[in-house]
């Protein structure tokens, strides 16, 4: 709803956390799953923090992100970025790596028993226009990708089927779990494992 809201005290600024994560080990199907946040007034960018694509890439969280999100029909839905791809059930279009100012979002620690940390810092920091279509993320010429969407007339789902010349045709790393939501919903099984981006 519009509204006017106010905001006092301090304005984050330079290092925020370490936040940390955890994973239990018992074999719950959302297990190492964290619900963390944007702490600036700013757009943060997540390949930054897990080092996508470089020789610095982490390996104790996965690259994906999960961010609720409205679509244009109202309903509630979550829109899904790996790393490369980004799916675009919410009203803002397509999700890339730059995270919106104070916007919750979901990760996934990758190792049972772990408790890795995210440090937000000015580093990470980036101004972006919400609506301008120079932020997306551009898709290399290289890679192959398959976009189906499932729209039932009351409700819109979308799945990914991409290509990473480091992912397995296994459940692995680079593939980005489905969250569930109350309506008609599209997605690959791997290993039994439902995907809404599936790296092959």
């Known amino acids: 709803t519009s509204g006017v809201y106010t905001f006092e005290g301090v304005i984050n600024d330079g290092a925020v956390g370490p936040v ?6 018992a074999a719950g199907a959302k297990r190492g799953f964290n619900l963390i946040g944007n702490p600036y007034p700013s757009f943060i960018d997540w390949n930054l923090i897990t080092g996508f694509g470089t020789d610095k ?5 996965r690259p994906t992100i999960w961010v609720r999100t409205r ?4 309903s509630m ?3 899904t970025f790996d790393g490369e791809d980004g799916t675009s ?9 730059f995270i919106a100012p104070f916007q919750a979002f979901w990760t996934k ?7 890795p940390d995210v440090l937000f810092t000015n ?9 301008s279509i120079t932020n997306r993320l551009r898709i290399p010429a290289s890679r192959h990708r398959l976009r189906l969407v499932l729209d039932s007339g009351s409700a819109l789902d979308e799945t990914i089927i991409s290509t990473n010349p480091a992912a397995s045709e296994g459940y692995d790393f ?9 309506h008609s919903e599209l997605f690959s099984v791997v290993e039994q494992q439902e995907l809404v981006i599936n790296k092959l």
């Open 109 to 115: 620690v990758a190792v049972d028993a772990t408790t």
């Open 20 to 25: 940390q994560l955890t994973r239990t080990l």
């Open 57 to 61: 890439a982490r390996s104790d969280i």
């Open 77 to 79: 839905v979550f829109d």
């Open 174 to 182: 680079y593939d980005s779990d489905k969250m569930k939501t109350e």
């Open 71 to 74: 679509s244009a029909n109202g």
């Open 123 to 131: 580093e990470l920091r980036s101004h972006q226009d919400q609506g």
């Open 89 to 97: 059930l919410g009203v803002r279009g397509k999700v890339t790596q």
